[in-house]
């Protein structure tokens, strides 16, 4: 994939998207579109998931596997829809 360096208004812009852009030229030709990355169901910041990621890297003895709690978690659901 390549990459483009946004300036600092283009970031500022892009930045305060709530959804997908679309990114146009001085004649208003669509260039493309520009979705941002957001995590909006989670209510973790982008640096708060990578910081409990990389503890997790350095630490794999603290998990547990997704067969440990998976099967419970799948009936407390049941019923919910």
């Given at each position: 994939m390549?990459?483009?360096?946004?300036?600092?208004?283009?970031e500022?812009?892009?930045?305060?998207?709530?959804?997908?852009?679309?990114?146009?030229?001085?004649?208003?030709?669509?260039?493309?579109?520009?979705?941002?990355?957001?995590?909006?169901?989670?209510?973790?910041?982008?640096?708060?998931?990578?910081?409990?990621?990389?503890?997790?890297?350095?630490?794999?003895e603290?998990?547990?596997?997704?067969?440990?709690?998976?099967?419970?978690?799948?009936?407390?659901?049941?019923?919910?829809?």
């Amino acid at each position: 994939m390549t990459r483009i360096l946004a300036d600092d208004e283009l970031e500022k812009q892009l930045g305060a998207a709530t959804g997908p852009v679309e990114v146009v030229n001085a004649a208003g030709a669509v260039l493309g579109v520009f979705t941002p990355v957001r995590f909006p169901h989670s209510p973790y910041s982008r640096e708060e998931i990578e910081r409990i990621r990389e503890e997790a890297r350095k630490h794999p003895e603290r998990g547990r596997k997704l067969s440990e709690f998976w099967p419970e978690f799948l009936k407390s659901q049941e019923g919910r829809a």
